[in-house]
């Protein structure tokens, strides 16, 4: 069965770092893009950043540029998000995603993971 799996989500303080883990069960995420979008209470889904199939190609919003770091280890069949610097803002649930497009657009992305809760809070 197709799942994409999203752990690594937590509590953190201001100015801490989290990584979140994008793997892949029933499929390889080799000849996809993957995405990262969250969403935060209140407020519609938005794209955070995406990585091409062959990691040529990189995506980030402007929110997080900077800050948040994606990359990808096909061996392991896995897409990672490094977040830096975290801010309170920050706080939403975290999903991956896989399209077969480079886009940060959510309609773009077929298979989705259940999300993580990302939570920045003193």
């Known amino acids: 069965q197709l799942r994409l799996v999203e752990p690594g989500g937590g509590l953190v303080q201001p100015g801490g770092s989290l990584r979140l883990s994008c793997a892949a069960s029933?499929?390889?995420?080799?000849?996809?893009?993957i995405g990262w979008f969250r969403q935060a209470p209140g407020k519609e889904r938005e794209g955070v950043s995406c990585?091409?199939?062959?990691?040529?190609?990189?995506n980030y919003a402007d929110s997080v540029k900077g800050r948040f770091t994606i990359s990808r280890d096909d061996a392991k069949n896995t897409v990672y998000l490094q977040m830096n610097s975290l801010k309170p803002e920050d706080t939403a649930i975290y999903y991956c995603?896989?399209?077969?497009?480079?886009?940060?657009?959510?309609?773009?992305?077929?298979?989705w993971g259940q999300g993580t809760q990302v939570t920045v809070s003193s």
């Open positions: 995603a896989a399209a077969l497009s480079f886009s940060l657009a959510p309609y773009e992305y077929d298979y």
């Open positions: 029933g499929f390889t995420l080799d000849y996809y893009t």
């Open positions: 990585i091409s199939s062959s990691s040529s190609s990189t």
